[in-house]
């Protein structure tokens, strides 16, 4: 690859966006208003990739106008690249909004220039030459697998193809920050693995940053290193996406996580599930997958039966994740024994009524 695709100064593991105390209010009449997004704060660190999820509605999409200066803050300050871009003027944005790259939902293409056209735009806006544009168009289709489609329109090309075109546009001016806002949500899914292979491959091969807005679980699951939750303009929750997707806490119920893992038992599933069995119920998670089938191995030595009626695996970026349900039956002091001593490799939790 290129030396010419090295990504921005910032050091490996340093803040890159700090979002603190922040608030975005919008007026809808003389006497009402609607807050977007409240009181939010998070810190992206260069080199990862971020994501924040939640229902439609969550604030996601004001979050990033935050970020590139698009909206700016009732109250609360956002800092980009080491700067505080709440005050600055709009030829002062513009500086900045030079060092980020934006991945649009519906690609945001010009129709009337080809791939190759689209990708030298924000080049041209830069002041490069034609010889520096046309070298790094080339890169840039090459990096995306598109060179063979540099001269087709818009209206030639899959909407895969048209994404991968967007992306290589974001990355053009050599960014620092790709700010991907839905750049899956309208694509088969088949094509969303393409998209966000090649967006992990921006991060790990390139040193992007990437902050991914998105109501789908698997952009997350497959991308990001850690994850915010946004409900209602607040962020729920935030850490590791490992940490957060593996964990059987009864807050996640009714939650986006809750309802999007689906790995617990429904009401529905319970209703079938207790009609077949007299066990007692409890989830395990499969955060020690091998430490979890030890102990189930060894039921017999505690005088238990035990028998899987709930469960799946994930995986995520960097590892795999799951909740097993299971109705273990025996003496009450036996199946407790057991209980405690799958409790001791891996959170467990008992399955209540719904």
Known sequence: MSASF????????????????VTRTFRTGR??????????????????????????????????????????????????????????SESQLRHVRRRIGMVFQQFNLFSSRTAAGNVAYPLKVAGWSRAEREKRVAELLEFVGLSDKADSYPEQLSGGQKQRVGIARALAAKPDILLADESTSALDPSTTGEVLRLLRRANEELGITIVAITHEMEVIRAIADRVAVMDAGRITEEGLVYDVFSSVREEHQGSFVGSALKDRPTAEDLQRIRAGTSGRLVTVSLKDSSAVSATLGRAGQFGVTFQIVHGGMSTTKNASYGLLTIAVEGPDEATQGFIDQLAAVSPVEEVKEQ
């Not at 090295?6 to 105390?21: C, H, K, M, N, V």
């Not at 977007?36 to 810190?43: E, G, I, Q």
């Open 6 to 21: 090295a990504s921005g100064p910032q050091a490996p593991g340093d803040p890159l966006i700090e979002l603190s105390g």
């Open 31 to 88: 006497s009402s208003s609607v807050t977007a997004v409240d009181n939010v704060s998070f810190t992206v660190r260069t080199g990862e990739v971020y994501g924040v999820i939640g229902f439609s509605g969550a604030g996601k999409s004001t979050l990033i106008r935050l970020i590139n200066g698009l909206e700016r803050p009732t109250s609360g300050t956002v800092r980009v690249l080491g700067r505080d871009i709440s005050g600055l």
